[in-house]
């Protein structure tokens, strides 16, 4: 929860306080690892990345600047977790050298972007939500800079015990309000892909700096979208378990002590879903419950769906409040030919049962309840970004009709009908399952790829699943192609503006969800879907 914010905070110039922050970050950079002017400036000016369409994997700058060795890019680019831990297990590779490789790559994508046991020897990086000790978890606001950790939360103190080495942390939106990592301290987040467009939020920092490969596996938090958001936008994988299942006491958020109407998620982002498997497996397999009261005490199980030969899916349809970019649509229709193709079968679901825009305007009404946010910046005596009121803005456009009034119910009265509807919404998704007989549900991870910088709309796909409280994975998939086929928003609905120009070569992805608690079996068929789908490329 939030820490208590000095009553001083805001009579402070969080001017002066942000530039001090900023250069103790910057001189926290070794000399050495500092990228040349020459270099940056092939750049087309380092201040103007987030104005020009730029592809910084493409420009391979880590290559390039010479600050890593051969050996240090084969490490950073030519292994995933697993063949990592091999090679630290054998001697191959010393934990100070694979800690080294990724502390260079990850201060040149700092420089670029302007910010931005089992485990044995593992570089982990970790969203600013994360207590370490003797650091600021500042969750992007000023005031929270008076702060300095005094212990680590419990999944750092797993993954230390774990053997990992915590090694960097990221940044992240205003206060983790919205799908723009921005905030007055470090600045925004650049997607690698495409600097023009947003890497997402909140866990912005973490997608961005796995898909340039300064982290071989992030940590973040998901409320509303916040792990699978910033995976789709960067182009990894990322997954948000059920709640509770990973260790999440100690975090910093911008909740009232007590007050948390969504119960967020911690989870992985990484370069394949093995990665994700793996961490799961190894945080669940050391007893979460012996490090957080609120974790629930289930041991990682093992699943029979590997040796099916035929997955039963489901595939969530477009709702008709939130329309589909093309590049999505097209994506999804051609994962399901692809699922088909080897063998499984694939159901079409029907949008009333689906109650997608529902679940949305109930999810919009509980994080409405909290309005700590606000308070905390003013503490701060900072502005506040657009990211912060963009998305209650959004939402007020949107033509829901689910609901009865709320403006005239106090909290209370709020809370108790918004939690009624969610039960019966629950229900009913019990029933589609049972209904369908079905492993698991195909869906789009968003409404479309990265878009432009403050543009992301409201995250019907992902926060819908944050009120059921399933487990999500989202999976890499193509590439966003020019599309002919027409985009118009209608009165009522919500969606990012379509740019074909400034959207192709975005990263596609799709998302795979299971009912609650079969954490499990989500990712054991996101590891089959993504056999099929990296098979239809080969």
Same mark, same amino acid.
């Given at each position: 929860m939030a820490p208590q914010v000095s009553p001083s905070t805001s009579t402070k110039d969080w001017q002066r306080r942000v530039a001090e922050k900023r250069s103790i970050c910057q001189k926290a950079i070794p000399k050495a690892w500092t990228l040349t002017k020459s270099l940056l400036d092939t750049l087309q000016g380092q201040s103007e990345l987030s104005k020009t369409k730029t592809n910084l994997i493409a420009l391979n700058i880590p290559r390039r600047s010479g600050i890593l060795t051969e050996r240090e890019l084969e490490i950073t680019e030519s292994y995933n977790?697993?063949?990592?831990?091999?090679?630290?297990?054998?001697?191959?590779?010393?934990?100070?050298?694979?800690?080294?490789?990724?502390?260079?790559?990850?201060?040149?994508?700092?420089q670029l972007g302007k910010l931005a046991g089992p485990l044995h020897g593992l570089p982990?990086?970790?969203?600013?939500?994360?207590?370490?000790?003797?650091?600021?978890?500042?969750?992007?606001?000023?005031?929270?800079?008076?702060?300095?950790?005094?212990?680590?939360?419990?999944?750092?103190?797993?993954?230390?015990?774990?053997?990992?080495?915590?090694?960097?942390?990221?940044?992240?939106?205003?206060?983790?309000?919205?799908?723009?990592?921005?905030?007055?301290?470090?600045?925004?987040?650049?997607?690698?892909?495409?600097?023009?467009?947003?890497?997402?939020?909140?866990?912005?920092?973490?997608?961005?700096?796995?898909?340039?490969?300064?982290?071989?596996?992030?940590?973040?938090?998901?409320?509303?979208?916040?792990?699978?958001?910033?995976?789709?936008?960067?182009?990894?994988?990322?997954?948000?378990?059920?709640?509770?299942?990973?260790?999440?006491?100690?975090?910093?958020m911008p909740f009232k002590e007590g007050i948390l109407p969504i119960v967020p998620s911690a989870g992985p982002l990484a370069n394949d879903v093995e990665t994700l498997q793996l961490f799961m497996k190894a945080v669940i397999d050391a007893e979460p419950a012996r490090y957080d009261a609120t974790a629930i005490d289930v041991p990682w199980r093992s699943t029979n769906i590997l040796r099916r030969k035929s997955l039963r899916l489901g595939l969530l349809p477009e709702d008709p409040l939130f329309p589909l970019h093309p590049p999505v649509k097209e994506s999804i229709a051609?994962?399901?030919?692809?699922?088909?193709?080897?063998?499984?079968?694939?159901?079409?679901?029907?949008?009333?049962?689906?109650?997608?825009?529902?679940?949305? #305007?109930?999810?919009?009404?509980?994080?409405?309840?909290?309005?700590?946010?606000?308070?905390?910046?003013?503490?701060?005596?900072?502005?506040?970004?657009?990211?912060?009121?963009?998305?209650?803005?959004?939402?007020?456009?949107?033509?829901?009709?689910?609901?009865?009034?709320?403006?005239?119910?106090?909290?209370? #009265?709020?809370?108790?009908?918004?939690?009624s509807q969610r039960a019966k919404l629950a229900e009913d998704w019990r029933k589609l399952w049972v209904k369908y007989h079905l492993d698991a549900v195909i869906s789009p991870s968003a409404q479309n790829t990265a878009v432009e910088h403050d543009t992301f709309c409201w995250p019907a796909y992902s926060a819908f699943l944050n009120l059921l409280d399933?487990?999500?994975?989202?999976?890499?998939? #193509?590439?966003?192609?020019?599309?002919e086929l027409p985009f118009v928003v209608k009165p009522g609905q919500a969606a990012p503006p379509y740019n074909p120009d400034v959207l192709e070569g975005a990263p596609g992805s799709i998302q795979i969800f299971t009912s609650r608690m079969r954490d499990e079996e989500c990712l054991a068929v996101a590891g089959i879907v993504d056999e099929c789908l990296k098979d239809s490329e080969n």
């Open positions: 977790v697993s063949s990592l831990l091999e090679g630290l297990a054998t001697g191959r590779f010393t934990s100070a050298e694979v800690t080294l490789a990724f502390s260079k790559r990850a201060a040149i994508a700092q982990v990086s970790l969203k600013d939500t994360y207590q370490v000790r003797g650091t600021q978890a500042t969750i992007g606001a000023v005031s929270h800079l008076d702060t300095t950790s005094s212990k680590n939360s419990a999944l750092v103190d797993m993954l230390l015990s774990l053997g990992a080495v915590p090694y960097v942390k990221t940044n992240v939106s205003q206060l983790l309000v919205g799908v723009e990592s921005d905030n007055n301290i470090f600045g925004r987040v650049l997607n690698p892909w495409n600097t023009v467009l947003t890497s997402g939020g909140s866990s912005g920092g973490e997608g961005a700096l796995v898909a340039f490969r300064g982290s071989v596996l992030g940590v973040g938090t998901d409320l509303a979208g916040s792990i699978r958001i910033p995976s789709l936008c960067c182009g990894t994988y990322g997954f948000k378990p059920s709640s509770n299942r990973i260790a999440y006491e100690g975090q910093v051609k994962v399901v030919k692809i699922l088909q193709s080897h063998g499984h079968e694939v159901v079409l679901l029907d949008a009333a049962e689906c109650h997608v825009a529902e679940a949305n #305007q109930i999810a919009g009404g509980l994080l409405s309840l909290n309005n700590a946010p606000r308070e905390i910046i003013a503490a701060g005596g900072e502005p506040a970004l657009p990211s912060m009121s963009m998305l209650a803005e959004q939402a007020r456009s949107i033509k829901w009709n689910f609901l009865p009034d709320l403006g005239a119910m106090d909290d209370l #009265q709020k809370l108790g009908l918004l939690q399933y487990p999500a994975c989202v999976m890499p998939f #193509q590439k966003a192609s020019r599309s």
